[in-house]
Each structure stands twice: as C-alpha cells, then as structure tokens.
C-alpha cells in the first residue's frame, strides 16, 4: 500500500530564516506529487504540483519554491521566510490517471516567528 | 474558476446523532472527495465519489452530479467524528488542481 511521510512534523523559524520541507511517497511510482498550504480560517490551497521529476507548475506566486529531485521527493523551500509564510503545510499524492484522487500527508505546522 | 461552497458552517450534535453535511458546485465535475481534518490536522480521505452513492461503515455519500451537490451523512455520530469535514473537486476540465470547499466544523458531544 501507499504510504506517504512528511517531516518535519513542527517548526518554528524567526523571519528571513530559509525553509526546507520534505515530504516522500512509497509504494507507487511517477505519482503526481503536491503542495498545499492551510492558513488561517480552513481553506487548503494549491501551491505547486509537479507530475514528474524535475517539472514543477506553481499556482500562486509568492515567497516559495519547490523541487522534485527524485520520481517520489518532493522538497518546499525557501530562502527567506515571511510572518506570512506561517500556516499548515500538506503534501499529496495522486496516480498520474484520470482520476486524479488525491491522498494526504501528515503536514508540517509551520510558525514564523 | 469553480466556486465550492459547504454548509452548514458549522455543527454540535449530541453523541448518536445523524447529521447531512451539503456540497455545492458551480460547474459540472467528473470527480469529487470528501476528507476528514481531524483535530491533529490529518486530512483522511472518506470518499472518492464523482456520482451516485456509496456507504462505509457510518458514513454514506451521495453526489448527484446533474444537480451539482454532494451529501455526506454521518449517522451515530461519535466524538471520534469530530473535526472538519471538507469537499473538493477539480478547478476545471483536466485540471490537477483541487478546489476545496470552506469546510464544517463538526463537533459531537457526549
């Protein structure tokens, strides 16, 4: 079965720090890989996906970038971390299919201090 | 883009409750999932359910895609089933983009 991990699980980082957030996927390959960022209040929203190694799409211009260097790696980072960059950070995964079902990580709480 | 919108906002049942939760979409969709946040943050997936019905265990789940709504019944509640319930469904045609619904807050009490 397909399993998918996050770390780290928290993180607290002063303002203009850089950001390093992994998540990884097992037990299926070349999966379309996500981002996604829960801020204040409920909403989830789509930062970046990536259908295969080294493609990235980005959704939302803004102080993030990602990097896919492996088919089940997928990397968020920063080099300048914002008090607007705080929130809930999830990962996803989805089989390159139609379908396009999307199953979750555990996500990183991120506060910018 | 699709509008998604969730209602009620939010919910308290007593434990052993039935509740509907509703999804309502602006455009024709050929997908759409139910998720559980629970308190930890976790997002759990419960349906995947473009049309039709579909029970698990409690849970049941009707889209009627013609109409553009989704339910979500929750029957016996339990405080376990505490926690916010949302419905996403693809930004447009083709799109991997999930568009999520602001979500329910549900909160069962013993």
């Known amino acids: 079965s397909q399993t998918i991990h996050q770390w780290p699980a928290t993180l607290v980082q002063p303002v203009g720090s850089p950001l390093s957030l992994e998540c990884t996927v097992e037990?299926?390959?070349?999966?379309?890989l996500y981002w996604y960022r829960q801020a204040a209040g409920r909403g989830l929203q789509l930062l970046f996906y990536?259908?295969?190694?080294?493609?990235i799409s980005s959704e939302v211009p803004q102080n993030l970038s990602a990097s896919r260097p492996q088919d089940r790696q997928f990397i968020l980072s920063s080099k300048k971390l914002l008090l607007s960059d705080s929130g809930f950070y999830l990962c996803?995964?989805?089989?390159?299919?139609?379908?396009?079902?999307?199953?979750f990580g555990p996500g990183t709480r991120l506060t910018v201090l | 883009g699709i509008q998604v919108e969730q209602s009620p906002p939010d919910l308290i049942l007593q434990e052993g409750a039935n509740s509907t939760l509703r999804c309502n979409f602006s455009?024709?969709?050929?997908?759409l999932q139910w998720f559980h946040q629970n308190p930890w943050g976790q997002l759990i997936n419960l349906f995947y359910?473009?049309?039709g019905t579909k029970q698990n265990g409690r849970l049941s789940a009707t889209t009627v895609a013609t109409e553009r709504y989704s339910l979500l019944y929750i029957s016996s509640s339990q405080t376990t089933d505490s926690g916010v319930y949302f419905c996403a469904v693809p930004s447009g045609a083709g799109s991997y983009q999930l568009t999520f619904g602001k979500g329910t807050k549900l909160s069962v009490i013993p």
């Open positions: 037990g299926t390959s070349n999966p379309n």
């Open positions: 359910i473009p049309s």
């Open positions: 455009d024709s969709v050929n997908n």
């Open positions: 996803a995964w989805s089989m390159t299919s139609s379908y396009n079902e999307q199953f």
């Open positions: 990536s259908v295969g190694i080294g493609q």
